[in-house]
């Protein structure tokens, strides 16, 4: 299988799985947005089947693929943006999230 399929699927099947639901993830922990870094480095470094010295940053640049915690902030931040055009009674009835960098939790994903 060449290199591009490769990227297709884990763009359409597998950084979806790895994603889901996250504009919800503003409570989790550093530790959780670690644990799905390190997934997405495993899945592109045996995608390119890079040697150990390849630095995640150089592979992630080469496959025009942006690093987890940023591609979920750029979805969060569409979804929240957007919430107001969502028919949804259930969203509708949500308060609007304004993170603030001096507390805690929720946490400030979106800053």
């Not at 060449?2 to 503003?26: D, S």
């Not at 989790?28 to 470094?45: E, G, P």
């Not at 957007?82 to 949500?94: F, G, R, S």
Request: glycine residues 0%; hydrophobic residues 40%.
């Amino acid at each position: 299988m060449t290199r591009e399929n490769k990227v297709l699927i884990y763009t359409a099947i597998l950084r979806p799985v790895l994603t889901y639901a996250c504009p919800i993830w503003a409570y989790a922990a550093k530790s959780n947005f670690i644990h799905i870094d390190r997934c997405q480095n495993t899945i592109l470094r045996q995608i390119t089947k890079a040697r150990w010295y390849m630095r995640n940053e150089d592979i992630r640049h080469v496959l025009n693929i942006p690093p987890i915690k940023e591609f979920i902030k750029s979805i969060s931040e569409k979804f929240f943006q957007n919430l107001e055009q969502i028919d949804n009674a259930a969203i509708k009835e949500m308060d609007i999230y304004t993170p603030t960098p001096n507390t805690k939790r929720p946490r400030a994903i979106l800053l």
